[in-house]
Every structure is written in C-alpha cells, then in structure tokens.
C-alpha cells in the first residue's frame, strides 16, 4: 500500500519520510536507515513511466461503414495510403496515375502558367546576347579609361604639387604676417590674438593699396608706350608721306592683375 502511494505521488512520499525518520537522527543505525530510505524515495521520484506502445498497424478504412469519414473515401486518401503502406493496403496503384480529366487540366494548367521550350530557350538567348552586349561595353569602357590614366594620373600628380605650393605659400605668409606683426608690435604675438588679426587686415589692406598703385603705374606706362608709338607712327608719316591711318587708336595691353 505504502510503496503503490509512493510511486503515485513521490513527493508525498519524499515528505513523509522526513517526517518518520526525524525522531531517529542521533544514533549512525538511524543515520544509516535515514540514508537508504532517502536512497529509495529519490529512486521513486526520479522515476519515469515508459510511454505508452504505438499502435503500428494498418489502417484502412473501411468504405461501406457509414461511420467512416467522407474524406477517408476519397481518391486522394487512397493513393496516401498506398504511399504510406504500399501492397500491404490492398488497393490498385493504377490508380495513382492521373486520369485524363486531371491530365488535362494539368496540361492546361501548364500552358497558362509556364513557359514552353522553344520560349526558355529564347528567353536564355536573349539574356546571353544582352550579357555578352554588357561585357563588351564594360571591356570597352575599362580601354578607354585605362588610355586616360596616364594623364589623369599626371593631373592628380599636378594637383598635388598646386596644393603643396599653396600651402607652403599659406605657411610662408602667415610667417611673414607674424614677422611684420612682431617688428610693428616690438613682441610676439599669437596667430589668434585679436591684435594679430587687426594686424593682418590692416598690412591686407596696405598691400592692396601698393597692387592697385602698381597696377596704375603699368598702366600709365603703357599708355607712354603707347603715345610714343603714336607720335613716332606720325613722324614716320610725315618724313616719308605715306598715307597711315591714325584715326584707329591702339588698345594697350591688359596686364596681369
């Protein structure tokens, strides 16, 4: 009775126990029958009831009981079974060939739906022309860019001799700025000082001044140049009495800014 109540409820045997054997703890006897009947109550929890056998036999339906499924009279179960049992279901496999009704609508369903030989083969040629049509213009475009290189590679060159002369040219004004910043101010000063950018606008503003004086002067001797042209051309003109138009006057040369 007791062993039939541990194997059905384990864990109410588990605490049972304890409770019988808590009494009995002082002695190693009782120690010892503390131990193996914890032993036999893990045992009994632990344990685990093997699942039940699967009824591996055949079924097959039987047709003329009216208890039977409709779905189990069908065609379509049938040639399940004979796929799942073979011979042994007792059934015709002819019968998992199509019938014409279904062979029909197989062969429509197909033509609506897929594509024919003749058409795939088409469709694989068209894709190869296209495919060998883009391989051809990416070989041509890699020639043409390959004929560029040297040069483009000259300009890159070029483009970094520009922008290593423009900054030695940045370093060697902001040394200069300093240098004229430090003689005016009589110390050092910081670039980003507020005197030192005053500073710098204000010698900015000097050297444009001297540009567009020196600017004015070429002009200026261009324009002597030019009147000295002109006053020699008279010359010229009346010594030897040709016929020179003087009317058109000469434009001067525009000069670098």
């Excluded at 059905?8 to 009947?37: D, I, K, M």
């Excluded at 036999?40 to 632990?46: D, P, W």
């Amino acid at each position: 009775m007791a062993t039939s109540i541990a194997r059905e409820f384990p864990r109410l045997a588990f605490l049972c126990h304890f409770r019988n054997v808590g009494p009995c703890l002082g002695s190693s006897t009782a120690s010892e029958y503390c131990r193996t009947q914890y032993d036999s109550c893990m045992q009994v929890a632990r344990y685990r009831a093997p699942p039940f056998p699967l009824d591996r036999s055949r079924y097959i339906p039987d047709k003329t009981d009216p208890k039977t499924p409709d779905f189990q009279k069908t065609l379509k179960f049938d040639r399940k079974l004979w796929g799942r049992h073979g011979e042994a279901s007792g059934l015709d496999p002819s019968m998992c060939w199509p019938t014409k009704a279904e062979l029909a609508d197989l062969q429509e369903e197909e033509r609506d739906w897929y594509l024919t030989l003749q058409e795939m083969q088409q469709n694989i040629a068209v894709k190869r022309a296209a495919q060998a049509e883009a391989k051809l213009a990416w070989e041509k475009r890699v020639a043409a860019n390959m004929a560029k290189m040297p040069k483009l590679i000259e300009q890159v060159h070029e483009e970094r001799r520009q922008k290593k002369e423009q900054l030695e040219e940045a370093k060697k004004r902001k040394e200069r700025l300093i240098g004229q910043a430090r003689e005016r101010l009589g110390y050092n000063v910081h670039p980003t000082s507020p005197k030192f950018v005053a500073m710098v606008e204000e010698i900015e503003k000097e050297e444009r001044k001297q540009k567009k004086k020196e600017k004015k002067a070429k002009q200026e001797a261009m324009k002597e140049a030019f009147r000295a042209a002109i006053a020699a051309a008279e010359a010229a003109k009346v010594q030897d009495g040709a016929d020179i138009n003087l009317d058109i006057p000469l434009k001067p040369h525009k000069t670098d800014q």
